[in-house]
């Protein structure tokens, strides 16, 4: 991995990518804990740090209410936080550059390389374009829609004020929401839980900025090449599947508890909504903490596979989750190679995918045991909390505004690792060193 120097240090692209994420956190910290942020008080400097992290890393987890406990101001500088956060900072400083109409740099485009994980620099600058444009249409499609549908309830400027924090909020996979303080803290939009308008928009926002920009792109340019690549084609399908499969659980398990009081299509829409939001939409319609059991474990195995890569969400992503499955299918039927879509797919694909899946299963398993020990809930709810945090999900049973001061940096901590990512944070960390020169006697061992 090539080395960038700064000021007479050499940086790889995931420490600049991790360092860059630590400056936005500390500058959204300072932010948030000026007088002019809080609406109820000044905000600790662990509340402070707490939130902006949320927001940076596109979480929705808060220890303050967005609604009531800050002023226009701090709800502001979350949004841009997690503006940032979602599209990526480096993005965002491209797109300052491009507008100065500057030429974007061997190091820039290195580090728009690894932010946007590809494996070539090739067009990587026309991908930013898209990129950029594509959130600012979606953004603003949304925003649009939120707002019309807000100024039923509400005065013009603050549905136009409305709509547009939650449209950046939701397509970013942030899972702020300004309606906590109407039926309680932990409600979001629970009121618009059958109204189309808002389930679709926010399905809508939820699911195309979790497939990533880079499908988005695929995507728009299928009526000249009339194909689709197969990292598009894994993510489209898998993602769909685990739509389809998460919404009929979901209608299965709740259809005579928390569905129950709505209407035929009101319970489609709740199904829906709720088997896309652990994507890391991190909104939610209907109080997570009243769900059954079963329900909560199912949103715990869908926050943890997250979205796709690329995007703005969250988990070990879908095609980490599809790989996996591929290798343990081609194993049971006896076959050496991989294959997904005809295609056959690297010994490195592989061991990257079971790397990433077995680090972040001792993250969240180390978390949970930790936040066991620093907080007072039950099992189910500490574990849910941990994989929230790790898929910067949002969604919470309740735990997150009673969190002690270690409980808050464990998940801080958990917030800014599942946004990095496992294996960026380990390659940031890891020492420099040279090609192996020698290699070990294979051996032998039993598995299974």
């Given at each position: 991995m090539a080395n960038l120097s700064y000021g007479g240090l050499r940086l790889t692209p995931p420490k600049i990518l991790s360092l860059g994420f630590i400056l936005l956190i500390a500058a959204g910290t300072v932010l948030l804990s000026l007088p002019v942020s809080s609406a109820q008080g000044d905000i600790s400097w662990i509340d402070a740090l707490f939130m902006a992290?949320?927001?940076?890393?596109?979480?929705?987890?808060?220890?303050?209410?967005?609604?009531?406990?800050?002023?226009?101001?701090?709800?502001?500088?979350?949004?841009?936080l997690f503006q940032f956060g979602g599209l990526g900072f480096v993005t965002m400083a491209t797109l300052i550059t491009l507008v100065l109409s500057r030429r974007i740099s061997l190091k820039e485009r290195l580090l728009l390389q690894e932010s946007m994980n590809q494996n070539s620099m090739q067009g990587i600058v026309r991908l930013i374009r898209r990129v950029l444009i594509y959130s600012l249409v979606i953004q603003l499609s949304g925003a649009a829609a939120l707002a019309l549908r807000f100024l039923k309830d509400m005065p013009?400027?603050?549905?136009?004020?409305?709509?547009?924090?939650?449209?950046?909020?939701?397509?970013?996979?942030?899972?702020?929401?300004?309606?906590?303080?109407?039926?309680?803290p932990f409600s979001g939009l629970t009121r618009y839980v059958?109204?189309?308008?808002?389930?679709?928009?926010?399905?809508?926002?939820?699911?195309?900025?979790?497939?990533?920009?880079?499908?988005?792109?695929d995507v728009v340019d299928f009526r000249k090449r009339r194909r689709l690549t197969l990292h598009s084609k894994v993510v489209l399908s898998t993602s769909l599947i685990l739509i389809a499969a998460g919404a009929a659980l979901f209608f299965w398990l709740e259809l005579y508890h928390t569905l129950k009081p709505l209407h035929p299509g009101g319970k489609a829409l709740a199904s829906f909504l709720q088997a896309l939001t652990p994507r890391s939409g991190g909104i939610t319609t209907l109080d997570i903490y009243?769900?059954?059991?079963?329900?909560?474990?199912?949103?715990?195995?869908?926050?943890?596979?997250?979205?796709?890569?690329?995007?703005?969400?969250?988990?070990?992503?879908?095609?980490?989750?599809?790989?996996?499955?591929?290798?343990?299918y081609s194993r049971i039927?006896?076959?050496?190679?991989?294959?997904?879509?005809?295609?056959?797919?690297?010994?490195?694909?592989?061991?990257?995918?079971?790397?990433?899946?077995?680090?972040?299963?001792?993250?969240?398993?180390?978390?949970?045991?930790?936040?066991?020990?620093t907080e007072q809930a039950d099992f189910l709810t500490v574990m849910f909390?941990?994989?929230s945090a790790f898929g910067t999900s949002g969604l919470t049973m309740g735990l997150t505004t009673e969190l002690s001061a270690a409980g808050k940096i464990l998940v801080i901590l958990l917030m800014f690792i599942g946004r990095t990512g496992p294996l960026t944070l380990a390659y940031a960390l890891r020492p420099t060193k040279g090609k192996e020169l020698y290699r070990h006697p294979e051996g032998h061992m039993m598995i299974g």
């Open positions: 992290t949320s927001a940076t890393c596109v979480t929705g987890l808060a220890v303050i209410d967005v609604g009531t406990g800050l002023t226009t101001f701090g709800q502001i500088v979350l949004l841009v013009a400027g603050k549905a136009a004020y409305y709509g547009i924090f939650h449209s950046i909020s939701i397509f970013n996979n942030a899972g702020f929401d300004l309606f906590g303080d109407v039926h309680g059958e109204d189309p308008v808002v389930n679709i928009t926010a399905m809508l926002l939820i699911f195309l900025g979790g497939i990533g920009f880079i499908v988005l792109s009243k769900l059954r059991e079963s329900t909560q474990f199912l949103i715990i195995l869908l926050m943890f596979i997250g979205a796709a890569p690329g995007s703005t969400g969250g988990g070990i992503k879908v095609t980490t989750f599809a790989l996996l499955i591929a290798a343990v039927r006896g076959r050496e190679d991989v294959v997904l879509f005809r295609h056959r797919l690297s010994k490195e694909s592989v061991y990257r995918a079971i790397t990433m899946t077995l680090l972040s299963l001792l993250l969240v398993i180390t978390a949970t045991m930790l936040l066991s020990i909390e941990a994989v």
